[in-house]
């Protein structure tokens, strides 16, 4: 029975209860749900980015200053320099910010998909994959040049493939293909480990410096098509984005709503094997990455949201960042992935003790 006043109409003006952090944007009969705390995490991550971007410009093991970096990237400075910066730096510079978003958002659509933060690319034979065709591509090379990347995605998919057929198909527990994927992993890494001991000591040494992720040599015959792809795959994992936001509810209530699991589950490990293989074709297995950078950006966006655009940017400040820091941290250059490593021990430690401390917090709460 209704109470006095009560109009049969209130109960259906009644505004629906929203996210916390989301405004309702209105035009006409056109309604957005925009995020607020993911739109102020992007503006945060873009002045990062722009500033770890003009330090890769500028940061050389040869002394360039700001203003001869400068002079170089307009055309101005002496013809040596422009060289250096337009034709060697800024190639560079562009395909190491491709694969730090590549990464991130690769990294991202797996620890959503495994409900796991520690769940990467890695884990379910990405790398592995593209990095033995990779280095099978090189076998028997007097030079040792890694010029194959587009053998990358190849060896992914393959990997990919292989995992999802020995773990009985891509929709799948989360948990299931993490765990067959460190057995392919492990499988397809000795298969690399075996090629390289059976080659020279020029081959090898080409080939490990990208092995351990490298950017060195880089410029636009694999960055062109390299950012072909990403147009086509970055929009359709911001979709896949948005409707992996329900997998944070049982299989149950997802389905209730409309989601097909296994379609969802499958598109969205496709695109992150894609995106992955891409990554690693052209820059090499860089480490700790695909791990960090959705962490980074679930931070800053909260955990209601799938921070793809979030890991893209972090993850491209990541790699850049790392990139420049290599240039100028030690007498010779260090690889972009040597760098990465060093600083992702560390965080992978911060990541377990935190996570330990909020699962001790979880269990002693009354």
């Known amino acids: 029975m209704s109470a006095p006043g009560d109009h049969p109409r209130a109960s259906s003006q009644r505004p629906l209860a929203l996210p916390p952090d989301s405004t309702v944007l209105r035009a006409g009969a056109l309604s957005w749900l925009f995020p607020r705390r993911s739109a102020l995490a992007a503006a945060l991550l873009l002045p990062l980015l722009a500033l770890a971007t003009a330090l890769a410009i500028v940061a050389s093991s040869s002394g360039m200053g700001l203003a001869e970096a400068v002079g170089g990237l307009l055309g101005t400075g002496d013809p040596g320099t422009v060289m250096i910066v337009r034709d060697f730096r800024l190639p560079r510079l562009c395909v190491g910010l491709m694969v730090g978003a590549a990464l991130g958002v690769a990294g991202c659509l797996t620890q959503t998909l495994a409900g796991n933060r520690l769940a990467t690319p890695d884990l379910v034979g990405v790398n592995e994959g593209a990095t033995a065709a990779v280095v099978a591509s090189a076998a028997g090379s007097a030079t040792g040049m890694v010029g194959q990347w587009w053998l990358g995605p190849i060896g992914a998919v393959l990997a990919a493939a292989l995992v999802v057929l020995c773990a009985g198909g891509a929709g799948t527990a989360g948990y299931r293909l993490l765990v067959v994927g460190i057995g392919v992993s ?9 090629i390289m001991s059976r080659e020279n000591d020029n081959t090898a040494g080409g080939v490990f410096l990208w092995a351990v992720g490298s950017l060195n040599g880089r410029d636009w015959s694999a960055g062109t098509p390299f950012l ?25 209530v997802a389905a209730s709503l409309g989601v097909e699991l296994r379609r969802l589950r499958a598109a969205a490990l496709c695109l992150a094997v894609a995106l992955a293989g891409l990554a690693v074709g052209v820059g090499g297995p860089v480490a700790f990455v695909a791990l960090a950078a959705p962490i980074l950006a679930q931070g800053l ?15 491209a400040v990541l790699v850049v960042a790392a990139d420049g820091l290599g240039r100028v941290a030690a007498p010779v250059e260090l690889p972009v992935g040597v760098v990465t490593s060093v600083l992702g021990g560390p965080f992978l430690l911060w990541v377990l003790l935190r996570s330990d401390r909020t699962t001790r917090k979880a269990r002693t709460r009354p």
């Open 301 to 315: 966006s909260g955990p209601t949201r799938v921070p793809v655009v979030g890991s893209a940017l972090a993850g």
């Open 228 to 252: 072909i792809a990403l147009l086509f795959l970055v929009p359709l994992s911001l979709a896949a984005g948005h409707r992996l936001q329900l997998l944070r509810f049982d299989d149950e």
């Open 186 to 194: 492990t499988l397809v890494g000795a298969v690399s480990d075996l």
